[in-house]
């Protein structure tokens, strides 16, 4: 048997790396190998991987270095940053600099970098549309994303840009699943309008990113748009009220009451929303269920997703 060709994985314990190595693990015939790269090795989901077989290697994403000694010998590396750790772009602009150097030097074969759009292209600054957030962005998560995919391009990189969606995991792990109202009823609040959201299992991103690396090279060079299904609000609301058994209420909220709500990133998930909504045809456009099916013929749909997690929801 020939030696299994390494997929050095960052992020390898969040939710898109994460999925990308048990993707690897869970797949007794896989021509490749996991290099699990995160912080902390001794971590209770660190530990999971190393017993399920991956190579787990300490490193850090502030540290160019640590970055070139984990690619090290590497066939494919997967790149993802975590804005939502620091709620800085620049920051996120620093840590894909730096992986995309480190790929760069540690002549990887296969890049996947995971992106999104830079809604600047669509929305200019000076627009007035969306508000400007802190003084250089309009969807900052999103813009600093889009942005570092020139860092990846321009070192000549054998890359693809992998262009997630919206996690349905998120109404699991981050309050977007419906609420009660005063009225006591149940309200799945969306700023949506009557616009579909393309949305995706986050195991199902792992899954994806598996299927183009062992597509070899037939991505290397090109943008992929992963989606699961493109779904109004008023259709998620009925899904979830046949999973859970409560009648939810599709509430869609208004763009500029979505950017007043008191979290942290309130303003910029709003602006988010606003961009899926005001540029629904090229977004749902550039996300195609076909070629994600292609790639991962497991894909799930959102009620294929609710009938496995519905318990999780919580119903707040």
């Not at 270095?65 to 993802?80: D, I, P, R, T």
């Not at 597509?215 to 699961?228: D, L, N, Q």
Request: glycine share 10%.
């Amino acid at each position: 048997m020939s030696e299994k060709k390494i997929i050095a994985i960052l992020g390898a314990t969040g939710a898109q790396g994460g999925s990308l190595a048990n993707a690897i693990l869970d797949d007794p015939d896989s021509q490749f190998s996991v290099r699990a790269i995160t912080r902390n090795a001794s971590s209770e989901k660190a530990t999971a991987l190393a017993a399920k077989g991956a190579e787990v290697v300490e490193a850090d994403v502030e540290n160019v270095e640590s970055l070139k000694q984990a690619f090290e010998g590497a066939y494919g590396a997967f790149c993802v940053t975590f804005f939502w750790e620091h709620f800085s772009p620049e920051k996120e602009l620093a840590h894909a600099k730096g992986m995309a150097e480190a790929a760069k030097e540690a002549g990887v074969q296969h890049v996947i970098w995971s992106t999104l759009e830079d809604t600047r292209n669509w929305v200019p600054l000076e627009d007035d549309r969306m508000p400007t957030l802190m003084g250089a962005y309009k969807v900052p998560h999103f813009d600093a994303k889009g942005e570092a995919d020139n860092y990846f391009t321009e070192l000549g990189l054998p890359v693809t840009l992998l262009r997630t969606s919206f996690y349905w995991d998120n109404l699991v792990h981050f309050g977007m699943g419906p609420a009660k109202g005063p009225d006591g009823n149940f309200y799945f609040n969306l700023p949506m309008g009557e616009r579909k959201l393309p949305g995706i299992a986050a195991e199902d991103i792992g899954k994806s990113a598996y299927g183009i690396f062992k597509a070899g090279s037939e991505f290397i060079g090109k943008t992929v748009g992963i989606v699961g299904e493109s779904l109004t609000g008023a259709e998620m609301a009925s899904s979830l009220s046949t999973a859970l058994g409560t009648n939810i209420t599709y509430n869609a909220v208004p763009h500029d009451v979505y950017r007043s709500f008191d979290f942290p990133g309130a303003d910029d998930l709003g602006n988010m929303f606003q961009f899926k909504h005001d540029f629904e045809e090229e977004y749902v456009g550039a996300r195609s269920v076909e070629t994600t099916k292609a790639l991962n013929p497991s894909l799930q749909s959102f009620d294929a997703w609710l009938q496995k997690n519905k318990e999780n929801i919580p119903m707040a």
